[in-house]
């Protein structure tokens, strides 16, 4: 029961992911190292399906390897998360405390993408 749940999670982070790699408005790393845990958890011949297929390699490869990720990796990470929490901020404009808590996060997010995540040559 519990594989299958992990089967079926990785799938949807799977399919999320690879709609994020090709709209600019959905972040595919989060979606993409979802389904790695989750294959991992749940099935070696699934996990080592994914990690050979040029999705997981072009987006994941060198961050799970602990190399870091490239410029352009990082920068659309960063700028896919602001305009969707710039969208929640401007949609929160009777909640201070909501924007606040906002506004921190994406702070800490841009944070640690330029000094935690080491940027590698293309």
């Known amino acids: 029961m519990k594989k299958t ?6 799938c949807v982070g799977l399919v999320l992911g690879a709609v994020g790699a090709v709209l600019p408005l959905i972040p595919s790393v989060p979606f993409l190292l979802l389904a790695a845990y ?3 958890k749940s099935s070696e011949r699934l996990h080592n399906w994914f990690i050979g297929t040029k999705l997981y390699k072009d987006n ?3 961050y799970v390897a602990g190399k870091g990720m490239t410029k352009k990796t990082k920068i659309r990470i960063m700028a896919t998360v602001t305009i969707l929490m ?3 901020f401007i949609m929160m404009h009777q909640v201070p405390v909501g924007r606040i ?3 921190c996060v994406w702070v800490f997010h841009i944070v640690y993408f330029v000094m935690g995540v080491k940027t590698i040559p293309q």
Do not use: M, Q, R
């Open 101 to 103: 808590v906002l506004a």
């Open 60 to 62: 994941l490869e060198s």
């Open 5 to 10: 749940l992990y089967v079926i999670l990785g």
């Open 86 to 88: 710039a969208i929640g």
């Open 38 to 40: 989750c294959f991992a």
